[in-house]
């Protein structure tokens, strides 16, 4: 039988120019988004996430990239600082919206009707700012978490715990929490974005969030780790070699997105 989601027709052809969009503006927008997590964690907790929003993100993009944590951690510091004017916090806020307009655009796209339009100009751009919470609640929980972490590890320590706690600690918590903290916010997102007749249940929202934050964990394992350890040598090389490496690993990301929301779709059909 040729099963052919009616959701689904007609947008194949077009996923792959969303997905480019989607990793240009993820990767224009990435300084401010984090700019804007680490502004909020120290209005509420008053706590400097940037060094660890730093060493997260080395982990995670490819080697060429050449990411110093330590630079990383400046920027943030510089513009997410307690001097930070109204005008350059909203500056930030409005570039990180950029990217999260472009990821609503999609989702919009995925799981709209062809024959209405889809919801542009204000209303995606306030549906952008919710979905900016969404993240910088679940990237800045993570980020609380790696600020955490070592100072359970340390209590553990003093305790004389067993065996090596500090160890099991940070490779059996640490990125599974970050995976479940990706679950919830691409849940959120394909809940959150289609229009209220097109939106799915939380079930098929669920299994796409769970195929989304797979498909990106996958990705950064494959680039950051598996692909330079294969090969022996960078993907890219020459004078943009560390743009189009991580502009690569954005794409396959993006495309993961764009087949958990599929999925989403096909089950709530």
Do not use: C, N, Q
């Given at each position: 039988m040729d099963f052919q989601p009616k959701r689904l027709q007609g947008k194949f052809g077009m996923l792959p120019s969303f997905a480019a969009a989607m990793a240009f503006y993820f990767l224009v927008s990435l300084i401010p988004f984090l700019v804007v997590v680490t502004r909020t964690a120290a209005w509420f907790f008053s706590a400097n996430l940037a060094p660890e929003l730093g060493v997260f993100l080395r982990e995670v993009l490819p080697p060429e990239s050449r990411l110093r944590p330590e630079a990383v951690a400046a920027a943030l510091s510089s513009g997410g600082g307690r001097g930070l004017g109204a005008a350059s916090t909203f500056l930030a806020v409005w570039t990180a919206t950029s990217g999260m307009n472009e990821l609503a655009r999609a989702v919009h796209?995925?799981?709209?009707?062809?024959?209405?339009?889809?919801?542009?100009?204000?209303?995606?751009?306030?549906?952008?700012?919710?979905?900016?919470?969404?993240?910088?609640?679940?990237?800045?929980?993570?980020?609380?978490?790696?600020?955490?972490?070592?100072?359970?590890?340390?209590?553990?320590?003093?305790?004389?715990?067993?065996?090596?706690?500090?160890?099991?600690?940070?490779?059996?918590?640490?990125?599974?929490?970050?995976?479940?903290?990706?679950?919830?916010?691409?849940?959120?997102?394909?809940?959150?974005?289609p229009e209220p007749e097109h939106?799915?249940?939380?079930?098929?929202?669920?299994?796409?969030?769970?195929?989304?934050a797979t498909a990106w964990t996958a990705t950064c394992l494959v680039f950051s780790f598996l692909l330079p350890r294969a090969w022996g040598a960078n993907l890219f090389?020459?004078?943009?070699?560390?743009?189009?490496?991580?502009l690569a690993w954005a794409y396959c990301g993006c495309w993961g997105i764009l087949i958990g929301a599929g999925v989403a779709a096909v089950l709530d059909e």
């Open positions: 796209f995925v799981f709209s009707d062809e024959k209405s339009p889809h919801p542009g100009g204000w209303l995606r751009r306030l549906k952008s700012l919710g979905l900016l919470g969404i993240w910088t609640a679940a990237i800045g929980s993570a980020a609380i978490l790696l600020v955490l972490l070592p100072v359970l590890r340390t209590a553990l320590a003093r305790l004389g715990a067993g065996f090596d706690w500090p160890k099991v600690l940070a490779a059996a918590v640490r990125y599974p929490v970050a995976v479940v903290l990706m679950f919830a916010a691409f849940t959120l997102t394909y809940a959150f974005i939106r799915p249940g939380w079930r098929a929202a669920g299994v796409g969030g769970a195929v989304a090389h020459g004078v943009l070699g560390s743009a189009l490496a991580t």
